[in-house]
């Protein structure tokens, strides 16, 4: 029997997917969660063989839960489930040791089949996403660009973001302008947007 942690903070889906593997004779759902902070402390709790996490929860989001039981329950195999992955969002996943990448559109036996996989110590990434990642455009800014660009969102003042990264206003000026420019956009706004459509942020 295949030991499963479901973490997800949408309880409809959730309790749709622990439905779902239930029906498998070879699974069996041993805790829920509805955020990242509580995915890894059932994962602690219950000693899972498989979690099966969303890309986006509050807290802590897929990707750092993978790369919190990498150390808190190293048997614990991760699936990263995702409603809009990103190959950059891919790629961190597999780099935080995520073991499966797979949409939530997937057809119902998929995900079953996947939990089987990497329980038996394969990976698994969604064809289409492997496809997207490895003709994606690669991420124009630099880790610094970007983290001022996460720290500005949409309309964060410079003053603000300026004392939250430790920089002088003027730095961070200089850094919005030229991520307006790499990425070709008006606005910081757009930036923003752009970024996070990539997945880059």
């Not at 890894?40 to 899972?48: G, I």
């Amino acid at each position: 029997m295949i030991r499963v942690l479901l973490a997800d903070d949408e309880e409809l889906i959730r309790t749709a997917l622990a439905a779902l593997l239930d029906l498998e004779p070879d699974l069996e759902v041993v805790a829920q969660a509805g955020d990242g902070r509580g995915a890894v402390e059932a994962a602690v709790a219950h000693r899972p063989d498989v979690a099966v996490v969303d890309l986006e929860m509050p807290g802590l989001d897929g990707i750092t839960v993978a790369k919190e039981l990498s150390t808190a329950a190293p048997s614990c195999a991760v699936v990263i489930l995702t409603g809009h992955g990103r190959p950059p969002h891919l790629q961190r996943a597999l780099t935080a040791g995520a073991k499966g990448f797979l949409p939530k559109g997937s057809p119902g036996g998929a995900l079953a089949d996947v939990i089987r996989r990497v329980h038996g110590g394969a990976r698994y990434v969604d064809p289409a996403l492997a496809a997207d990642a490895l003709s994606a455009r690669p991420c124009p800014l630099t880790p610094r660009e970007l983290d001022v660009l996460r720290e500005a969102g949409v309309d964060t003042p410079v003053s603000v973001v300026a004392r939250r990264l430790h920089l002088s206003q003027g730095t961070v000026r200089n850094h919005l302008a030229a991520i307006t420019a790499k990425l070709a956009v008006p606005t910081r706004a757009e930036a923003f947007r752009t970024a996070r459509e990539q997945g880059w942020i």
